[in-house]
């Protein structure tokens, strides 16, 4: 096989009504460093497509004109490629160093519906090397590059994409089925063609493995659907103004590259787009998001490093991220690390951001085979509004389902038991959390670590919290939570800690009354102190069983 195979009012109400609690950036003493990355500079020659034969004609296929006009700017020494006002069809794009692919204000970069544009190529897809179609952008071993502009790149995700009739109104999905395209036996799913429908069958069916024959990857081409845009081991990237929507699979995918500056950019998918990632930086260095809005399918803003033995073995980390000033609406969680973080991630910086209907707000996900250490995470000053699920989550029993289960489906909780520690199991530790503001949530705080290898170090601050439930503890060493505010509806208990060690709640206050204050389970549960909060407005102080001893708990009352 050869290489080419291979809301915003809520917030300023938030800030106005919990004024005393919030905190200025670096009163907790958690000092950041600030971003020092380099940004491209482009030479001022301006090659138009249409000079190079391009036109807005609706039957046109504008991929040979573009991409001439790229590889005739990297070949005088770089400039701006300028895509004008219109609709401009085209096929897949290979962004070259030295080029800034600019689109003016009005102009619509659509991308072909005919997968046979898109030869299918080596690259990676979830931490794995796998075969996939060839995305409508796509850079590798680039310099200096840029897509900047205010214009749209549209990826025609929805002829790729299979859909579940389940996320769909009755309407809707007898419009899909009427288009054309297969269901599923059961009737649940489509798929656009029987080549996608067939590759469902396999497990990682893209996964490039020996036994795999060129002919089996094209049996089932159309169910490697391509991200919109992979920038593959490039450095000094710069994303800037324009907007990405309705991509295949994940919309933005820096990979393995470093020096990436993403601001201002606007990232759509519908909400019911399987795999409708936003932005996904997967082992990358020194990278910066600022300033960018983000309504998705699935997660919106997501740190990964690598997938189980692969990630392990490159041992790429993601580090040096700094990720300020944005906005989510619907995403499966707003700021994500996981599940794919074999190779590890450290030294992120997470600030000012507002989720409004996210599913979850910050999501940290992983699970036993996964290996790798996330470390040395800051985040501070987020501001969230009517969120389905947890406002804060750390789960080390991820499984591969939308976080918020539908009407009527019946989750049962993942069977525990204590496993070697080896290479393969995750780690989560260090982590520092002030100031983050959350009205509506079905949970304030849910962390679930592994019998083996609990959560450890996370430390939160100026927690203001309006939620459905309280603070869950599973499996978690060395947790502080510190002068915050829990006012939860379901109180009994407002506090749950199961196997938790060393968890120090300091400063806590949560509403007229709790049912129980604090349920501990667990024998190895130890070590638990309460202390300069108001006890005596519970109608029980402690509650201890399953293992759990009483004299392991501390309550002092202020």
């Known amino acids: 096989m050869q290489r080419t195979m291979r809301r915003i009012g809520w917030v300023a109400v938030a800030a106005v009504c919990w004024a005393s609690g919030a905190v200025a950036a670096g009163h907790t003493g958690d000092t950041w460093p600030e971003p020092d990355i380099p940004v491209p500079v482009f030479k001022t020659d301006t090659f138009d497509i249409r000079d190079f034969g391009a036109s807005t004609a609706a039957d046109f296929l504008n991929t040979g004109a573009i991409q001439s006009a790229i590889d005739a700017c990297h070949k005088q020494g770089g400039g701006v490629v300028l895509i004008p006002r219109g609709v401009w069809t085209s096929g897949p794009l290979s962004l070259k160093s030295k080029v800034n692919l600019h689109l003016m204000r009005n102009a619509l970069l659509q991308f072909s519906r005919d997968f046979e544009d898109y030869p299918l190529i080596e690259t990676w897809w979830e931490g794995l090397p796998q075969v996939r179609r060839h995305s409508p952008i796509r850079a590798e071993g680039q310099r200096d590059i840029a897509i900047t502009g205010e214009g749209i790149i549209d990826g025609n995700g929805d002829a790729w994409r299979y859909v579940k009739k389940g996320k769909m109104t009755e309407s809707q999905w007898k419009n899909l089925v009427a288009s054309g395209g297969v269901l599923t036996p059961d009737g649940k799913e489509w798929y656009p063609t029987a080549s996608a429908l067939k590759g469902r069958q396999y497990r990682d069916a893209g996964l490039i493995t020996p036994d795999k024959t060129a002919a089996f990857f094209e049996e089932i081409a159309d169910f490697l659907r391509p ?156 501001y969230m509004k009517d969120i389905p699920g947890e406002a804060i989550l750390f789960d080390m029993y991820y499984e591969a389902k939308d976080p918020v289960p539908a009407a009527g489906e019946v989750r049962q909780p993942p069977k525990v038991e204590t496993l070697p520690v080896s290479e393969e199991t995750p780690q989560f530790r260090n982590f520092h959390i002030s100031n983050i503001h959350c009205d509506g949530a079905k949970k304030a705080v849910f962390i679930r670590g592994l019998p083996e290898m609990p959560i450890r170090g996370i430390h939160f601050s100026e927690l203001r919290m309006k939620t459905t439930g309280g603070i869950d503890i599973q499996e978690g060493a060395d947790i502080t939570i510190k002068q915050s505010v829990i006012d939860a509806t379901e109180t009994d208990p407002l506090l749950y800690v199961l196997n938790g060690r060393n968890v120090l709640v300091d400063g806590l206050s949560y509403g007229t009354h709790a049912a129980t204050l604090l349920h501990a389970q667990g024998e190895r549960t130890n070590g638990v102190v309460i202390r300069n909060t108001d006890t005596g407005r519970a109608e029980k102080q402690l509650k201890a069983d399953y293992g759990a001893n009483e004299n392991n708990v501390k309550l002092i009352n202020p």
């Not at 393995?256 to 993403?262: A, E, F, L, Y």
């Not at 910066?288 to 399918?297: P, T």
């Not at 700021?335 to 599913?359: C, H, K, P, Q, W």
């Open 227 to 382: 991200n919109l845009v992979v920038l593959e081991r490039c450095e000094r990237v710069l994303l800037e103004g324009v907007t990405f929507q309705n991509s295949g699979a994940w919309n933005i995918h820096p990979l393995m590259s470093r020096d990436v500056t993403i601001r201002n950019i606007t990232v759509r998918n519908p909400w019911y787009s399987q795999n409708g990632d936003g932005l996904d930086i997967e082992s990358c260095t020194n990278v910066l998001v600022e300033g960018s809005s983000f309504d998705v399918g699935d997660d919106a803003i997501c740190v990964k490093s690598g997938k189980n033995a692969h990630g392990r073995k490159l041992g790429m980390p993601t580090e040096n991220l700094w990720v300020r000033n944005c906005t989510v609406f619907h995403a499966h969680g707003g700021f994500v690390v996981g599940s794919e973080m074999s190779g590890g991630a450290r030294n992120l910086y997470v600030s000012d951001l507002t989720f409004i209907g996210t599913d979850i707000g910050l999501r940290f996900k992983t699970t036993r085979g996964r290996g790798g250490i996330v470390e040395d995470v800051h985040i501070r000053n987020i």
